[in-house]
């Protein structure tokens, strides 16, 4: 089993940056992908970024050229840095982490970009 924790999040300006991170605990020896999926209320969960255990990353059009995903040497730990910060990236944001092709989830950490 692995257990995935979110931290970081936030109230910021827009125009501001937050830096998110997420670690990955347990069985975690067979972990590869690792990402964060976001939520904003009355709305579908949709993808934001992930990133292999090799450091590949794949961003969401959204989020393209804004947020950065990086991977701890250890694997364990994901960070997503946010710039630019929109009003529209007001959400719940969530961390995965895959073992076995199953994404294991966080609780989440609020993020509110706001005046």
């Known amino acids: 089993q692995v257990q995935v924790a979110e931290s970081g999040g936030g109230l910021v300006q827009p125009g501001g940056s937050l830096r998110l991170s997420c670690a990955a605990s347990g069985s975690i020896f067979s972990v590869t992908a690792m990402g964060w999926y976001r939520q904003a209320p009355g709305m579908e969960r949709e993808f934001v970024a992930t990133?292999?255990?090799?450091?590949?990353?794949n961003y969401a059009d959204s989020v393209k050229g804004r947020f950065t995903l990086s991977r701890d040497n250890d694997k364990n730990t994901v960070h997503l840095q946010m710039n630019s910060l929109k009003p529209e990236d007001t959400a719940v944001y969530y961390c995965y982490a895959t073992l076995r092709g199953y994404r294991y989830w966080g609780q989440g950490t609020q993020v509110t970009v706001s005046s």
């Open positions: 990133i292999s255990t090799g450091g590949s990353t």
